[in-house]
């Protein structure tokens, strides 16, 4: 049984979503200790409980230790199935760090695969639901993996709500290389900008003002902006809330940011802060975003050769992720820039432990 450390690194619920992900796909069984011991609250939480309870069903797995605060789960799995799935996480808790731990499993199924999800869309501390659609999804398709996302309604903290529906087209059981160390000129900006229980002009203000921090840094590209909202007797959320999505388009990279509403934040400062972090990113000249740098990593290592890629920061997360790979897989990968900031990665997936 492989014994994985959760408070390594940065210490928090990435360790275990990328090493359930991991055991399922080779059939490695684990023991994961001290989970999420650097945070606040450690151990399981909700979300937690759901994607190990969701991974466990598509795998046949047998768990021990799946509690709230629990900090260790053992986790021995089994063959990873088809079908129809439905999961509730309660609350608002993240349907898009569920996904983490599920997409990479649902490539390697023999037969597809629908998962239904219901919490929260758009919450703290992890990515919205459009940065999954416009930029986590299109860089699986890159891969050689595509998937069909549905949202049905969107949830935001602390009441949630949200239900999306995620499908495979096909299982491709092991990913493409792929080669994304350079980006073209952005040639188009598409701006995201939604709000729910509240009025259509917390949208129109969010677009408007990160319209106009891209701008004033001298980015000029078109932009393509897509509001959401709607009529009081028409909305089905249960909200309130808001956010923005910024996906930018330069040849064949793809680079996303995010901003949240909350409450007492005016609509201005979400759009600008969503802005100004696409800005920040676009100015190192990668080719992956921030986020994009260590949410690919876990498909990198599935994949079938030597993958090139540049990232915006070499972050914590991504650092951790690569030591919890390498725990599973016998990769051999080359590091190019410092902790914070901008990175080569090059990547050759090896063996299975």
Not at 316 to 336: G, P, R
């Amino acid at each position: 049984m492989l014994v994985i450390d959760g408070s390594y690194g940065e210490g928090g619920g990435q360790i275990l979503r990328v090493a359930l992900a991991l055991s399922c796909i080779l059939g490695v069984d684990i023991k994961v200790e001290r989970i999420r011991a650097k945070r606040d609250n450690p151990g399981l939480r909700p979300q937690h409980l759901t994607a190990v309870k969701a991974v466990s069903e598509l795998c046949h797995a047998e768990v021990e230790g799946l509690n709230v605060g629990s900090q260790s789960l053992v986790f021995k799995p089994g063959s990873i199935r088809g079908g129809l799935f439905k999961f509730n996480i309660g609350t608002a808790g993240s349907i898009t760090l569920v996904l983490q731990t599920l997409l990479p499993v649902m490539a390697f199924s023999h037969s597809p695969v629908e998962v239904e999800l219901i919490g929260g869309t758009d919450v703290p501390w992890s990515p919205p639901i459009d940065y999954v659609r416009y930029v986590l999804l299109p860089h699986l398709s890159k891969l050689g993996y595509e998937v069909n996302l549905t949202l049905v309604r969107r949830g935001h903290y602390p009441k949630g709500g949200g239900l999306v529906k995620v499908r495979t087209v096909n299982q491709p059981r092991g990913f493409n290389a792929i080669v994304l160390d350079r980006r073209g000129d952005v040639s188009l900006i598409k701006v995201f900008s939604h709000c729910v229980k509240l009025p259509k002009d917390v949208a129109v203000r969010q677009a408007n003002a990160a319209e106009k921090t891209l701008k004033d840094a001298g980015i000029k590209a078109p932009l393509e902006v897509n509001l959401e909202f709607y009529e009081p007797n028409k909305d089905p959320h249960l909200g309130p809330g808001s956010g923005v999505v910024l996906v930018a388009h330069a040849g064949d990279a793809i680079l996303g940011s995010d901003a949240l509403g909350a409450k007492g934040k005016r609509a201005e400062v979400v759009g600008s802060e969503a802005a100004e972090k696409l800005i920040k990113d676009l100015n190192t000249n990668a080719a992956l975003d921030t986020h994009m740098s260590d949410n690919i990593l876990i498909y990198l290592s599935l994949s079938k050769g030597k993958s090139v890629i540049t990232g915006a920061e070499l972050s914590m997360h991504a650092q951790t992720a690569l030591w919890v790979i390498k725990q599973f897989i016998d990769v051999e990968y080359v590091i190019s820039g410092e902790l914070g900031n901008p990175f080569k990665l090059e990547i050759l997936p090896r063996t299975s432990t």
